[in-house]
C-alpha cells in the first residue's frame, strides 16, 4: 500500500507538512499509514466497508484512539489526520498520520497525586429514568453469533439497538461484546440509592437484574470482553471486563456501581485541575477483584495511565481499530 503514496506527489507533501506539524507534539512516534483504499474481495465488496469522504471528515471532527487488535483497554495512539487522494491509475485511498504515546508525554494517575483506590459513597437518590432510555448493543457478526444476541436480548428490560461493529479481520482472538448503557442505571446501587417513585425503582431494579444475567452469559462465549459504554459530564466511560468466569463476574456486578462513583468523581477531579478528560477506562481486575482505572485520555490528547505496558510496542503493530462502527464509516 505504500506505493500508493510513494507514487503520489501530492500525497507525499501532506505527509511531510503533517508529520512536519505534530513533531513537537506528545507523541513518542508519529508513523504514516493507508487506513483505506478501494480495494476489493473477490466477491466485489470493499475489504474496508467505508466510504473515504465519510471516514476523512470523521477524522477531521475526532482524533480517534488508535486500539492494539481491537481491543478497548489496549490504546497505542491515535489518529491525527487524515486525507484522501487518488492514484493517476484511478485508484482511491485515504492516508493517515498516527501518533503513538509510548515514548511521549505520558502522564500517571500515581504522579498527578489521584488516588485510584478509594471509592466515594453511591449517590442517595437517583431521578427515575426518562420513557425514552434505550440500550445499545454493538458487536462484529464474525465473532458473535446472532443466536447468542437473541438470546441475551430477549428479556431486556429495555429497548435494545443493535449496531455492526467491523474489525475487518476474518478471525479475532476475542470477542467484543459493547454496551451502551445510560450512566445513572450504572451508579445506582440497590442498598443505598433511593428512587422517587416505585415505578422508577423498577426500572432501575430490571437493568441491574438483566445485566447480571448478561454477566452470566458471557460463560458461553469463547474469549469475550464485554465494554460497557456510557457517558459522563462529558467525558465517554468504558467499564471492561474479560473472560468466562463466573464468580469473579458476579464480584465484578456487585462492584460496578461503585465504580461508575469513582469515575464520576475522577472526571470532577481533571475537570478542576484545567485537564479534562475526554475517554476514561475501566477494567476489572480478576486477580484483586477489584475495579480500576486503566487509563484516561484528556481533551489535549495526552494519556494517563499507570501501566506504562499497556501502551508499549516494540514494533508497529499490523492489527489495529479505530472503534468505528459499520454505519458511521458509510453515512454522514
Not at 507523541?27 to 499509514?33: D, F, K, T, W
Not at 453511591?122 to 426518562?130: A, E, F, G, V
Not at 476475542?174 to 422508577?200: D, H, K, M
Request: net charge negative; glycine share 8%.
Amino acid at each position: 500500500m505504500s506505493d500508493l503514496v510513494d507514487q503520489n506527489p501530492a500525497a507525499c507533501e501532506w505527509l511531510e507538512s503533517t508529520i512536519r506539524r505534530h513533531s513537537q507534539g506528545i507523541y513518542g512516534h508519529l508513523v504514516s499509514a493507508v487506513v483505506w483504499t478501494d480495494a476489493k474481495n473477490i466477491h466485489g465488496e470493499l475489504l474496508v466497508p467505508a466510504d473515504p469522504h465519510v471516514l476523512v471528515d470523521k477524522l477531521k471532527s475526532n482524533s480517534f484512539i488508535l486500539l492494539q487488535s481491537h481491543d478497548p483497554g489496549k490504546p497505542i495512539g491515535q489518529v491525527l489526520e487524515g486525507a484522501y487522494f487518488e492514484s493517476t491509475d484511478g485508484h482511491q485511498f485515504v492516508v493517515a498520520v498516527l501518533g503513538y504515546y509510548a515514548g511521549g508525554d505520558v502522564l500517571s494517575f500515581k504522579g498527578l497525586g489521584i488516588d485510584t483506590r478509594a471509592v466515594p459513597p453511591s449517590p442517595s437518590k437517583l431521578p427515575p429514568l426518562s420513557d425514552d432510555c434505550w440500550m445499545e448493543l454493538a458487536t462484529d457478526p464474525r465473532e458473535v453469533d446472532e443466536g447468542w444476541l437473541d438470546l441475551i436480548t430477549r428479556e431486556a428490560p429495555l429497548r435494545i439497538e443493535r449496531t455492526e461493529l467491523s474489525h475487518n479481520a476474518e478471525s479475532s482472538a476475542q470477542e467484543l461484546i459493547r454496551l451502551g448503557l445510560v450512566y445513572l442505571t450504572l451508579v445506582w446501587n440497590p442498598f443505598v440509592t433511593s428512587i422517587a417513585s416505585e415505578a422508577g425503582k423498577g426500572a432501575y431494579t430490571a437493568i441491574h437484574a438483566w445485566l447480571r444475567k448478561l454477566f452470566e452469559e458471557l460463560a458461553d462465549r469463547r474469549n469475550p470482553v464485554l465494554d460497557i459504554h456510557t457517558h459522563q459530564d462529558g467525558c465517554q466511560v468504558s467499564f471492561l471486563i474479560r473472560g468466562k468466569d463466573i464468580k469473579k463476574h458476579y464480584v465484578a456486578h456487585e462492584g460496578l456501581s461503585g465504580a461508575a462513583a469513582q469515575a464520576a468523581k475522577l472526571i470532577a477531579q481533571l475537570k478542576v485541575r484545567g485537564t479534562p478528560a475526554k475517554q476514561l477506562v475501566y477494567e476489572f481486575d480478576r486477580e484483586a477483584l477489584r475495579w480500576y482505572p486503566s487509563f484516561a485520555v484528556l481533551g489535549d490528547k495526552r494519556i494517563i495511565t499507570d501501566n506504562l505496558a499497556l501502551i508499549a510496542i516494540e514494533q508497529l503493530p499490523s492489527g489495529l481499530s479505530l472503534g468505528f462502527s459499520r454505519e458511521k464509516l458509510l453515512t454522514k
